[in-house]
Nanobody, 117 residues
């Protein structure tokens, strides 16, 4: 299994970024997928999730209305569109397949998002 996150970077407060996660090594379209993040000195936390078919999503309260998760099962990818970013969103962002609110696979390298002026 490989999970490769990309799209992070340095962005000013109020800005936007779109993260991508390329998945391989498992039957992607049968798994719910989730974005997590880990800020310095903090536990990894769930950010957003999407069902295998993409018909349902869920979000952490801290990102509701600002982030949008989507997926493309044709190319085995999941995305996170982030807007109205603030410094509290600074973290390394990871994707993973999800089962009963628990990540399944080993973590990828993640992608760093830094929100700073």
């Amino acid at each position: 299994v490989h999970l490769v996150e990309s799209g992070g970077g340095l962005v000013q407060p109020g800005g936007s970024l779109r993260l991508s996660c390329a998945a391989s090594g498992f039957t992607f379209n049968t798994y719910d997928m989730t974005w997590y993040r880990q800020a310095p000195g903090k536990e990894r936390e769930l950010v957003a999730g999407i069902t295998a078919t993409g018909d349902s999503t869920n979000y952490a309260d801290s990102v509701k209305g600002r982030f949008a998760i989507s997926r493309d099962n044709a190319v085995n990818a999941v995305y996170l569109q982030m807007s109205s970013l603030n410094p509290d969103d600074t973290a390394v962002y990871y994707c993973n397949a999800d089962l009963l609110a628990h990540p399944i696979w080993d973590w990828g390298q993640g992608t760093q998002v830094t929100v700073s002026s």
